[in-house]
Each structure stands twice: as structure tokens, then as C-alpha cells.
Nanobody, 122 residues
Framework: QVQVMESGGGLVQVGGSLRLSCTVS????????MAWYRQVPGQQREWVAS???????NYEDSVRGRFTIFKDNANNNGWLQMTSLKPEDTAVYYC????????????????WGQGTQVTVSS
């Protein structure tokens, strides 16, 4: 059983910063990739950023230069550093962890956390 848990959301003023954390627990071999998504009520969940082990980070255009994704392979966690926050960043943010259950296996499973609310007030 693998669990993903986000934390660090809250209320922040325009221009402020927040750091969202993602912790992955359970039995698995590694986390090859991690991503962050966000969702506004009534809208589809959208991709925000992702990072692959040993690879580059990628960002949605509206957050590039303001958000930074980190993945800590040793501790099975990661985080999303958000700066220069705007009202349009208000959403529930979800962490997605792609987990490899067994070493040397090509099979992975993506797991979602329950989400954490970020509200940017003007």
C-alpha cells in the first residue's frame, strides 16, 4: 500500500510564497517521477510541474520562473516552492507520485494525494 500526502497549503497574499510538501510512504522500490497538479472547482485538474529522477524539471507556462519542483530521492518526498503568487494560483494542489514497486521492474503506478488548498488573496 502506497500513500501520498501533501501539506503546506494555506492562505497567502498576492506576491507571497508557499512551499508545498509531498510525502510518499509504504512499500516500494523507488519514485522515478513526481508531479504537481492543481484544480479549481468546476474545472479540470491541470498539470503544474513535474520532475523525473536524473532528468529535467518541466513547468506549465503560467508558473515557469515562479514555481520550483524538488524531488528528494533519498527521503521519498518532494516539494513545490511557489513564489510571486497570484490570485489565479488559487486551487487545490495535488501531488502525484509515480512509484516503482520492485527494483529493476519497468512497471510503475501513479498515486495521488488528497490535495492541499492554496488560496491567494488580493
Amino acid at each position: 500500500q502506497v500513500q501520498v500526502m501533501e501539506s503546506g497549503g494555506g492562505l497567502v497574499q498576492v506576491g507571497g510564497s508557499l512551499r508545498l510538501s509531498c510525502t510518499v510512504s509504504g512499500t516500494f522500490s523507488s519514485i522515478p517521477a513526481m508531479a504537481w497538479y492543481r484544480q479549481v472547482p468546476g474545472q479540470q485538474r491541470e498539470w503544474v510541474a513535474s520532475r523525473v529522477s536524473g532528468g529535467a524539471s518541466n513547468y506549465e507556462d503560467s508558473v515557469r520562473g515562479r514555481f520550483t519542483i524538488f524531488k528528494d530521492n533519498a527521503n521519498n518526498n518532494g516539494w513545490l516552492q511557489m513564489t510571486s503568487l497570484k490570485p489565479e494560483d488559487t486551487a487545490v494542489y495535488y501531488c502525484q507520485a509515480e512509484v516503482r514497486h520492485r527494483a529493476f521492474s519497468g512497471t510503475t503506478t501513479k498515486y495521488w494525494g488528497q490535495g492541499t488548498q492554496v488560496t491567494v488573496s488580493s
